[in-house]
């Protein structure tokens, strides 16, 4: 453990061609590293063919909507309509929900009112660096971007 961060504090992403190659082994992967107390992510969900059998069937912790959902949530009431069902799916199965590409305020408050765990996106912030990242928590660089959410 040369950083001696807790397992618990790791998450390992799988996109979902992965869960097609060899399936029984990927099972058994992310069955021994969720045994560690890695968590696991299906990452990029509602593209491909997004079976709901593999919620079921692997072991996840979180799912991560895709983007694609993300950016049309306030244009297409279609995509929003996905994303209410994502999350609400996610809330059934006591899974983590996360939702990638968040860009605005707008999307972020859509996602905050639909119950939605965590955002990831460039609203809050590009890509950071370690120490980037260290500054930016202790200055509260992200407060502004959440003013008026409830």
Same mark, same amino acid.
């Given at each position: ?21 060899? &399936? ?26 997004? &079976? ?72 809050? &912030? ?25």
């Amino acid at each position: 453990m040369q950083h001696r961060i807790p397992p618990s504090q790791l998450e390992v992403e799988v996109t979902e061609p992965v869960l097609l190659e060899d &399936s029984e082994r990927v099972l058994q992967t992310l069955q021994g590293i969720r045994k560690l107390g890695v968590r696991v992510a299906l990452d990029d969900f509602g593209t491909g063919y997004s &079976s709901l059998s593999y919620l079921t069937r692997f072991p996840f912790n979180t799912l991560k909507i895709d983007r694609s959902f993300v950016s049309q949530c306030l244009q297409r009431g279609q995509a929003a309509a996905v994303i209410h069902t994502i999350i609400q799916l996610c809330k059934n199965l006591n899974l983590e929900v996360v939702a990638e590409g968040v860009e605005s305020y707008q999307e972020l408050k859509f996602l905050r009112d639909h119950r939605c765990d965590a955002v990831q996106g460039h609203y809050l &912030s590009a890509a950071l660096a370690a120490g980037e990242l260290a500054r930016f928590i202790e200055n509260r660089a992200w407060s502004p971007r959440l003013q008026g959410l409830n």
